[in-house]
């Protein structure tokens, strides 16, 4: 009788269940994190470059890609709400703003993405009469301009040319003739417009006398002549002019000094003020004294 339990056979062997040796190299290096990242992510990335630079190394497509990109930069910036539309100058008086508007773009409508805002407002500080600009598109596609103007104090008498400067110091415009701004003070001299504070304060300080000064003269760059009507000059130190300037107008309302026949009046040494008359007075005074002296002799 056959026996009915099945002997195992060789091929019914159990299976090893290790993998080869290759596979278990590839088990551990897909183990390593730095080996999966490079073939999950390194190797596509290296495809994807392979192909692109097979692409782009042939002249008609770099020239097609050129005009593509182009084309869109282009329909972009044309987009409405990029258009310039309108200008808008702002803080100026007509002169000011007239400079400004020739260097600002004159036709109309074109790109915000045209414009070197930067440069135009350095364009504009450049002008002698701005002292500070800012420029920026606004809403409804304005190119608005607004602009800070320089406030001229004085008047400085530069050789033959009549230069508005501010309280820096730094020239605003010209005029032709003193009569066109009267309310200003003047100054002349090298060095004047360097000295604009000192100049200011000494017109402050002349209080009484403001109404008879005619202007302020910078000597040798270093100090300043007060002059006033009647050809009348008050010489100034360099040092603490406005200390100076006080004690003459105390010795003027003391003694009426200046109402006298006095042509300067000299503070450049402080401790020993000392007065010059004019040549009328000076004359005058010499023949009294030549008569005293012969009224004298003949005694």
Same mark, same amino acid.
């Not at 701005?130 to 008498?157: D, F, M, T, Y």
């Not at 017109?203 to 008879?212: Q, S």
């Not at 004359?283 to 005694?299: F, K, M, S």
């Given at each position: 009788m056959r026996s009915l339990i099945r002997r195992p056979v060789a091929e019914d062997a159990p299976r090893d269940p290790a993998p080869s040796k290759l596979g278990y190299r590839y088990q551990r290096l897909m183990l390593t994190p730095g080996f999966r990242a490079t073939v999950r992510i390194g190797v596509p990335i290296i495809l994807i470059a392979t192909i692109a630079g097979s $692409?782009?190394? !042939?002249? @008609?497509?770099?020239?097609?890609?050129? =005009?593509?990109?182009?084309?869109?930069?282009?329909?972009?910036? !044309?987009?409405?709400?990029?258009?310039?539309? /309108?200008?808008?100058?702002?803080?100026g008086d007509l002169a000011a703003m007239t400079e400004v508007s020739a260097l600002l773009p004159t036709e109309f409508p074109f790109s915000s993405f045209d414009l070197d805002l930067e440069k135009i407002r350095?364009? +504009? @500080?450049?002008?002698?009469?701005?002292?500070?600009?800012?420029?920026?598109?606004?809403?409804?596609? =304005?190119?608005?301009?607004?602009?800070?103007?320089?406030?001229?104090?004085?008047? $400085?008498?530069?050789?033959?040319?009549?230069?508005l400067i501010d309280a820096d110091g730094v020239q605003s415009g010209q005029i032709l003739a003193r009569a066109d701004r009267l309310d200003l003070p003047l100054i002349a001299g090298?060095?004047? @417009?360097?000295? +604009?504070?000192?100049?200011?304060?000494?017109?402050?300080?002349?209080?009484?006398? +403001?109404?008879?000064?005619?202007?302020?003269?910078?000597?040798?760059?270093?100090? $300043?002549?007060?002059v006033l009507d009647r050809d009348q000059r008050i010489l100034l130190p360099g040092d603490q002019p406005v200390s100076a300037l006080d004690r003459v107008i105390a010795?003027?309302?003391?003694?009426?000094?200046?109402?006298?026949?006095?042509?300067?009046?000299?503070?450049?040494?402080?401790?020993?003020?000392?007065?010059?008359?004019? @040549?009328?007075?000076?004359?005058?005074?010499?023949?009294?004294?030549? /008569? +005293?002296?012969?009224?004298?002799?003949?005694?």
């Open positions: $692409w782009y190394s !042939q002249p @008609e497509n770099r020239a097609n890609l050129t =005009a593509s990109i182009a084309q869109s930069k282009q329909s972009f910036q !044309q987009r409405p709400q990029f258009m310039v539309q /309108t200008m808008n100058v702002t803080g350095a364009d +504009i @500080e450049a002008l002698d009469p701005i002292k500070s600009a800012s420029v920026r598109v606004g809403q409804a596609g =304005a190119l608005e301009v607004r602009l800070n103007p320089r406030v001229p104090v004085a008047l $400085w008498r530069d050789g033959a040319t009549l230069r090298d060095g004047a @417009e360097e000295n +604009i504070a000192e100049a200011l304060a000494l017109f402050d300080a002349a209080g009484p006398l +403001i109404k008879r000064v005619r202007g302020l003269v910078r000597m040798g760059e270093r100090r $300043w002549d007060m010795l003027n309302q003391a003694q009426d000094m200046l109402n006298r026949d006095v042509a300067v009046v000299d503070m450049r040494n402080t401790d020993r003020p000392t007065l010059r008359m004019n @040549e009328e007075a000076a004359d005058a005074l010499r023949r009294v004294n030549t /008569t +005293i002296d012969e009224n004298g002799a003949g005694n």
